[in-house]
Structure formats: structure tokens, C-alpha cells
């Protein structure tokens, strides 16, 4: 029975994209009859929920549950603490214990020894830029010095195996840096989606064309924040327009999100929603300054809703396939240009809404089934651990 070590920055039950990726490689890897401990930096799950799913054993650098109900200032040094010094030193140690290391995490603090390693896998939850800093423009040269002093690696460049969510990914980083020598690269993009559901949401589109049930002009589901999502310029944008943004999500801007006229706020949405939410949608918003693969405008392509999205991060281009499955719109434009394309948009006719339905469904099929991210990693996994 082959070990798996699989570092999280939550764990395997929260519902956040990179939580319900470690959730689903555990199933595809129990399957192979392995045995799956988890790594995760938060110890948020509780007892019941363990003993329930028997899945994992959860490790943490943390050794009490990692909340802020007391001072801010000693929760912000104590997760410092675990992720720039304890973790590394855990992790370290605990190569030996296991056959493969899958590192699912948002949290790049690792050692030398980590990255190189044989059996250490890192996979792409970032924007592939992320280390350049792009976005911090004049601020870039502090951004610099502060992940450096925090002891951030950059994983595209050191780690020796990698999975990337699409060839845009990997091909960029073939040009950026040169690949180390008996390194392995794969592809895998990421979907929970199976056939079967996007069959299901062919027909509840198609039904949805047919009696005109649109219940959104444009939707927008995820936190509802300034920062990344950027949704104080969807606030700004919407003002100005004579299209409706149904928004769903929580998040530090929502009040002031619920008092534009123009948006109707419904606060959050359970995931098991989703779908249902997009199918009755004519389009799908995401304005956010970076993002990996958007799980949100992957359930959006699967539900056969065209996508609205800034160009912001090389999987962009990807998912709206040269405007086949929606519109890339520019990365920087006015408030004034973008309220106006938004308008155009909107108004376009049912034959092109449908054309529009018609290039997703076709690439669901073609890029996105669970069963393609499955059998891919099942490959990957028989590769590292051979």
C-alpha cells in the first residue's frame, strides 16, 4: 500500500477551490487503494466530521484550532510562525514517512529539500505570475522583499514536478525558466463535473431557452471582495449600466454591493445551487485582477452559460476559447467602457446566446469531464510512485 502525504491549506472539507481539489484527488487516490494522510495548516475539522468520513489523518503545524476569536495581532504571528518555520520543519522530516507528497496548498513556504525531492508533486493553484508581482506595479520592488523575507519560493521555477491547469500554463513557464533535468511537468485541468451532469444541464438549458426562464441577465458567484475580485469596479461598472447583476458569494464589500440599484444581492449560496443558478443565467461574471483555473467559470462553461471575463491570468484565454465560449474583455479599460460592452452584451439576440451555449457544452465535453481529470491523475499517481 503506497503512502500519501497531502499538504492542504484548509483541509479536504472546506468548499473553497483548492479544498475541493484535495477533497476529490482523496477519493481518486482511495480508489488506488492507498493509504492518505493530510497536512493542513488549519485544524478546522471537527471530530465528527472525521470519524464520519474515515478518509485521513489530518497533521498540523497547529496544535489548537486556528481562529482569531482572541487577539489578532497573536493569531497573525502564530499562523507566521507555522507557516515560515514549523511547517518546513514538520514537512521536512516527514519525507521519509510516505511514497508521494501532493502539495495542494495556496501556502508556498518550502524548503530546498521539499522542492527537489523525487517524490514532492506541486500543483498550480495560482496564477502563474503570482511571483512576479505584477500586480503591486510601482509597489513591486516591496512585494519582492517581503516574500522573500517571509521565506516564499517560487514553485514554478524550483519545484522539480509540477501539474499545471492547461498547456497556456505550462508553456509559459516552458519559456520563462529552464526545465531542470529529470523533472516531470503534466497537464490536468481541473473539473468535478462528469458527463452525466452536463448532459442533465444540456437539457435544463435547452428547456430554459425554450420558455424563456432567464431568472439573470449576468450572474456573479464567489466572495464578494476589493481585493483579487476587484467587485468595488464591478460596483462602479454596474451604476452605469442598463443590465442587471445578480450577485451571490459574502465577503467584505457585500453592503455596499446590496445598495447599487442595478445589483440584487442574495448573500451566500450553497454550493449544491450553483448549477441551477448558472443554467437560468444568460451569462456569468469575472472581473477579479488574477485567479488559477476559475472554479466558478468552469461550473459556468458546464452549465452551458457563456463567461464574461477579464484578462487578467493566462487561463482566461483558455476558457473562453478565442470568444467561442463567452467574452475576454481587456484588462485595463475605462469604468464608462466596460458598462457600455457590458450593455451590448446583454442585448444581444437568443440565436447568439444559444451559439454561445452551444461552443460550451461542446467544450465541457472536450476539456473539462471529471472522467478525463481522473484518469489523469490515476497516470500521474502510477508515474510518480513507479
Known sequence: MKKILIISGNNHTFTSGADMYTSRII??????????????????????????EKKVRIISPNKT??????????????????????????????????????????????????????????????????????????????????IRAAGFKNCFKMAKNIVFYDEKNKKYIEDKYKFKDHSKYFTIINSNLTRKTIEK???????????????????YIGRITKEQKRMNDVDKIFRRTNTKLDAYGFGTYASKLSNNPNINYHGKIEHKDVLSTNSHSKFSLL???????????VESICSLTPIII??????????????????????????????????????????????LSDNCYKFAIENLLFETFEKKWIDVYHEMTK
Open 201 to 219: 444541464n444540456k437539457k435544463i438549458k435547452e428547456n430554459v431557452y425554450k420558455t424563456n426562464e432567464f431568472y439573470n441577465d449576468i450572474n
Open 287 to 297: 472581473f477579479s485582477d488574477y485567479e488559477g483555473l476559475s472554479t466558478s467559470m
Open 27 to 52: 477519493s481518486i487516490l482511495k480508489k488506488q487503494g492507498c493509504s492518505i494522510d493530510e497536512y493542513s495548516f488549519e485544524i478546522n475539522i471537527s471530530n465528527k466530521d472525521n470519524n464520519k
Open 310 to 355: 477579464r484578462d487578467s491570468h493566462h487561463s482566461a484565454k483558455f476558457l473562453v476559447d478565442n470568444n467561442k465560449n463567452g467574452f475576454l474583455l481587456k484588462n485595463k479599460s475605462s469604468i464608462r467602457e466596460y458598462a457600455k460592452i457590458i450593455d451590448e452584451i446583454n442585448e444581444l439576440p437568443m440565436e447568439k446566446l444559444k451559439e
Open 65 to 146: 484550532f486556528n481562529d482569531c476569536n482572541g487577539s489578532k495581532l497573536k493569531w497573525l504571528i502564530k499562523n507566521i510562525y507555522n507557516v515560515v518555520y514549523r511547517s518546513r520543519r514538520q514537512l521536512d522530516k516527514l519525507i521519509k514517512d510516505y511514497d508521494l507528497i501532493i502539495d495542494a496548498s495556496l501556502l508556498l513556504v518550502r524548503s530546498k529539500k521539499l522542492l527537489n525531492s523525487d517524490k514532492y508533486l506541486y500543483i498550480q493553484h495560482q496564477n502563474i505570475d503570482f511571483f512576479e508581482m505584477k500586480r503591486y506595479g510601482i509597489l513591486t520592488p516591496i512585494a519582492f522583499f517581503l
